[in-house]
């Protein structure tokens, strides 16, 4: 590195997938790789980040006591001022002490951890379209879904950084609400989330045998992604599926318009890639549950593109420091 340069680690832990990079205060990436998620104990999981990382600086040459810090995206729950992941609903995975384990393993005491819907906004204040905006609402729809809140350029976190929970706002009632991961029902990511698309693919599949034929005659799986991709080929019951998410979507992003009055709403995350398939859906059923003046509110696809979890890790550590005396 040279005089000047600042290099954070960032690494991003998913519902389905890790990420992690180096990366510069101007956002370029000196290095960065992915891989499937391990989710059989954290602690395996931690420790073959770690062995990752360690791998990745000793490639470009530099020691980890150089950087100027590691931030982490943890999939769930966290509490940031007790440095505590409460809950991972998906992993499985509870009361967990993360920057005390990173800064132990990789020997770094410049560690810095948060949910990582949280570290998507901060990425979308510094590096994304946010710095238009002294306010919005940030989604992720991956896996699972959650939110952040962002005012006056700010994350507002609330008493137990859990503000901006959509994921578990209930969107659905009655026989219409389904299970969610989180053990409630009726929940937004019981209904629009990754995961949730694909088990109603998967359902209608079984229902449906010439859906199902639709999957194997063109080799997509069927999950959201290779329901998306048949929906972009003209496939009806595809584009249903998705236009049904986007009436939940609708139903969510109203509720935090309505309580909020944000500027924008940004989306983002692997199933955000498919807005195109639920924006009209959205927009249409979006009067229907937002005050009217509210229901105009710009929906936008986060300009980070899949990276914007990785940009968050990386984020974090940049805005801690700016904080600090």
Not at 89 to 100: K, L, S, T
Not at 307 to 316: K, M, R, S, T
């Amino acid at each position: 590195m040279g005089n000047g340069d600042r290099i954070v680690g960032a690494i991003d832990i998913g519902g389905t997938k890790t990420a992690l990079g180096l990366v510069g205060e101007d956002g370029k990436w000196l290095a960065r790789e992915t891989f499937p998620t391990p989710f059989e104990a954290w602690e395996g999981c931690f420790s073959f980040c770690c062995e990752r990382m360690e791998a990745l600086l000793a490639r470009c040459g530099i020691r980890a006591e150089d950087l100027e810090g590691v931030g982490i995206n943890v999939p769930g729950m966290y509490d940031y001022v007790q440095d505590r992941l409460i809950r991972a609903p998906y992993a499985g995975w509870r009361d967990i002490r993360v920057r005390e384990y990173f800064r132990n393993r990789l020997r770094i005491s410049r560690v810095y951890a948060d949910n990582d819907v949280n570290s998507c906004a901060l990425a979308e204040c510094r590096f994304g379209h946010g710095r238009q905006y002294g306010s919005f609402f940030w989604m992720t729809v991956s896996t699972g879904i959650g939110g952040a809140v962002v005012e006056g350029g700010r994350l507002i976190r609330g008493r137990h950084n859990l503000a901006g929970e959509i994921g578990h706002v209930k969107t659905a009632y009655g026989t219409e609400a389904r299970a969610c991961a989180c053990g409630a029902r009726g929940c937004l990511e019981a209904h629009a989330s990754g995961s949730a698309i694909g088990k109603e693919v998967r359902m209608r599949c079984g229902r449906n045998k010439r859906f199902a034929e639709a999957f194997e005659g063109t080799g997509f799986s069927a999950d959201a992604a290779g329901c998306a991709a048949l929906a972009r080929g003209g496939n009806r019951a595809a584009a249903r599926i998705y236009e049904e998410a986007g009436l939940y979507l609708a139903r969510g992003i109203a509720a935090a318009a309505n309580l909020l009055d944000p500027e924008a709403v940004f989306l983002g995350g692997g199933v955000a890639e498919a807005l195109d398939l639920m924006f009209p859906s959205i927009t249409c059923h979006l009067s229907d549950y937002a005050v009217a003046d509210l229901a105009k509110i710009p929906i936008l696809h986060t300009g980070l593109g899949y990276d914007a979890a990785l940009f968050g890790a990386a984020a974090l550590v940049f805005e801690a420091q700016a904080a600090e005396p």
